[in-house]
C-alpha cells in the first residue's frame, strides 16, 4: 500500500506534464478554464464556482473539483496559499507534512499541494493551482484510495484535461472580487448523506458506499 504523498505525487506529476502539453488538443467537453473529455462512471455536478466529478468502484471513491478561475491574489504563491486555507484549511484536518511542487508550463505557474487529511476518516488530498498574471484557478482531489484501485480512472480522467491558454483565461475572470468558495466538500461521501451548506454541521461518517451529491441536478453518468 503506498503512502497518500507517493499516490497523489503520482497524479501532480500527470498533472504538471500532461495538462499543458494536452493545452492545443481538441476535447468535446469544456468547464471554465477546462476542457476535458467525459470518461466512463464519472458523474458531473454543476456547483457555485466548481465543476465537481465523483467516481466509485469497490468502496473506494475520487471527487475531482474543477474550481473556476478567479482574480489573482497578486502572484503565484498568494493565489496558491490563499486557495489552500481557503478550500482546504477550512475544510480539513491535516495530518503530517504538506508536500509542495511548483513548475511553470506555457505561461501558467502550477503549485501542487499534498497532505493526508481527515473529515471524519483518512483521505488523500492533492490541491493543484495554475496562476497567471490576471487569475488563478485550483483543482482540488481528494479519495479514500490507499489501494491504488482508481489508478487508471484518475489517471484517464486527469490526462483528458487541458487549460486555455492565460491570455484567453482572462475572459473569464469576473472582475469582482475575490469571493470565498462556496459548496466544498467536507466529508466522505455517504449513501444516506445530502451535502449540507458550509455554515451546516456534517452529518456522521458511514463506511458504506454510494455518494448523495451536493446539487441535485446531476448530468447523466458519463
Same mark, same amino acid.
Given at each position: 500500500?503506498?503512502?497518500?504523498?507517493?499516490?497523489?505525487?503520482?497524479?501532480?506529476?500527470?498533472?504538471?506534464?500532461?495538462? @499543458?502539453?494536452?493545452?492545443? $488538443?481538441?476535447?468535446?467537453?469544456?468547464?471554465?478554464?477546462?476542457?476535458?473529455?467525459?470518461?466512463?462512471?464519472? $458523474?458531473?455536478?454543476?456547483?457555485?464556482?466548481?465543476?465537481?466529478?465523483?467516481?466509485?468502484?469497490?468502496?473506494?471513491?475520487?471527487?475531482?473539483?474543477?474550481?473556476?478561475?478567479? @482574480?489573482?491574489?497578486?502572484?503565484?504563491?498568494?493565489?496558491?496559499?490563499?486557495?489552500?486555507?481557503?478550500?482546504?484549511?477550512?475544510?480539513?484536518?491535516?495530518?503530517?507534512?504538506?508536500?509542495?511542487?511548483?513548475?511553470?508550463?506555457?505561461?501558467?505557474?502550477?503549485?501542487?499541494?499534498?497532505?493526508?487529511?481527515?473529515?471524519?476518516?483518512?483521505?488523500?488530498?492533492?490541491?493543484?493551482?495554475?496562476?497567471?498574471?490576471?487569475?488563478?484557478?485550483?483543482?482540488?482531489?481528494?479519495?479514500?484510495?490507499?489501494?491504488?484501485?482508481?489508478?487508471?480512472?484518475?489517471?484517464?480522467?486527469?490526462?483528458?484535461?487541458?487549460?486555455?491558454?492565460?491570455?484567453?483565461?482572462?475572459?473569464?475572470?469576473?472582475?469582482?472580487?475575490?469571493?470565498?468558495?462556496?459548496?466544498?466538500?467536507?466529508?466522505?461521501?455517504? =449513501?444516506?448523506?445530502?451535502?449540507?451548506?458550509?455554515?451546516?454541521? @456534517?452529518? =456522521?461518517?458511514?463506511?458504506?458506499?454510494?455518494?448523495?451529491?451536493?446539487?441535485?441536478?446531476?448530468?447523466?453518468?458519463?
Amino acid at each position: 500500500m503506498k503512502s497518500s504523498v507517493n499516490t497523489l505525487k503520482t497524479i501532480i506529476s500527470i498533472v504538471l506534464l500532461v495538462v @499543458p502539453l494536452l493545452a492545443g $488538443r481538441a476535447q468535446s467537453e469544456s468547464a471554465n478554464i477546462y476542457n476535458y473529455t467525459p470518461q466512463p462512471g464519472f $458523474r458531473k455536478s454543476n456547483l457555485d464556482g466548481k465543476t465537481e466529478f465523483y467516481f466509485k468502484k469497490n468502496k473506494k471513491w475520487v471527487i475531482i473539483d474543477l474550481f473556476d478561475i478567479r @482574480p489573482s491574489y497578486g502572484n503565484a504563491a498568494e493565489d496558491a496559499q490563499n486557495d489552500w486555507n481557503e478550500i482546504v484549511k477550512n475544510n480539513y484536518v491535516i495530518k503530517g507534512d504538506v508536500v509542495t511542487e511548483n513548475q511553470e508550463q506555457n505561461g501558467w505557474q502550477v503549485t501542487a499541494q499534498t497532505a493526508m487529511a481527515t473529515i471524519f476518516k483518512k483521505i488523500n488530498l492533492s490541491l493543484i493551482t495554475f496562476s497567471c498574471p490576471t487569475g488563478h484557478a485550483s483543482i482540488l482531489l481528494t479519495n479514500n484510495d490507499f489501494e491504488n484501485v482508481l489508478d487508471n480512472e484518475i489517471g484517464a480522467f486527469i490526462g483528458s484535461l487541458s487549460l486555455v491558454s492565460p491570455t484567453e483565461a482572462a475572459s473569464y475572470i469576473n472582475p469582482g472580487e475575490n469571493i470565498p468558495v462556496t459548496g466544498i466538500n467536507t466529508t466522505q461521501p455517504d =449513501p444516506n448523506y445530502q451535502m449540507p451548506g458550509l455554515t451546516n454541521p @456534517p452529518a =456522521p461518517q458511514t463506511d458504506s458506499g454510494n455518494y448523495s451529491p451536493q446539487s441535485g441536478n446531476f448530468d447523466t453518468p458519463l
